[in-house]
């Protein structure tokens, strides 16, 4: 089952921060972080395994609760290049490694 | 690090002919591929998983007749679309994910868009 994504689509000015969720129904082997550029293929931002953990790389942060049904992301003091469609990725949990996507969230920075 | 190269970037076809869009994985051997289609402005939206040198698994709802995945070796699977339609313009995506790599390494190819005229 699809992970579902929130907000669906958000707007920001630049400087401004944004956090972006993702949920499953049921728990997650791990949890990856894409953003995708229009006409593009999505670019892997992070990937998290564990319940509990949190970890970033410069202004962008993101974490997995500890029963490992739900995700966020973080984007801080974000940047024009920020704007793209943010997706989650995993593992669907059945046993044959088959890899999906969430429901994507649409962000928007403006200058 | 595990590339993979998917072609065509881009191809327009006429409807009603078929069009074959390459994945290969270049520097790592790829025990399953999975192939996606996105439509503007929604999901990546999971086709089929295919495993070397086994028939594909399409997900509910793909025609695996329309939709022809070969993986006939362990760096290369390929999507056929036949008798393309205007409705099969989309932009289609591969990943592969290699033995060594744990349940939760995968690798995507840069995605072919496919416009039916």
């Known amino acids: 089952q699809q992970p579902v994504q929130s907000p669906q689509a958000v707007i920001l000015r630049e400087g401004e921060d944004a956090v972006i969720n993702c949920s499953s129904s049921?728990?997650?082997?791990?949890v990856h972080w894409y953003r995708q550029k229009h006409g593009e293929a999505p670019v892997f931002l992070m990937i998290?395994?564990?319940?509990?953990e949190q970890k970033g790389h410069e202004k962008i942060s993101a974490s997995f609760n500890e029963k490992k049904q739900q995700s966020s992301l973080y984007l801080t003091a974000s940047q024009l290049s920020y704007s793209g469609t943010y997706f989650c990725g995993t593992d669907d949990g059945s046993g044959t490694y088959k890899y999906i996507f969430g429901t994507g969230t649409r962000l928007k920075v403006l200058a | 690090g595990a590339v993979v190269s998917q072609h065509p970037s881009w191809v327009i076809c006429k409807s009603g002919t078929s069009v074959k869009i390459e994945c290969r994985s270049l520097d790592f051997q790829a025990t399953t591929m999975f192939w996606y289609r996105q439509f503007p402005k929604q999901s990546l939206m999971l086709m089929a998983t295919s495993n070397e040198g086994s028939k594909a698994t399409y997900e509910q709802g793909v025609e695996k007749d329309k939709f022809l995945i070969n993986h006939a070796s362990l760096t290369l699977s390929t999507l056929t679309v036949t008798s393309a339609h205007p409705e099969d313009s989309s932009f289609y995506i591969c990943?592969?994910?290699?033995?060594?790599?744990?349940?939760?390494?995968?690798?995507f190819g840069s995605g072919t868009r496919l416009t039916v005229v």
């Open positions: 990943s592969a994910r290699g033995a060594w790599q744990s349940n939760y390494g995968y690798t």
């Open positions: 049921k728990a997650l082997y791990s």
């Open positions: 998290l395994l564990k319940g509990g």
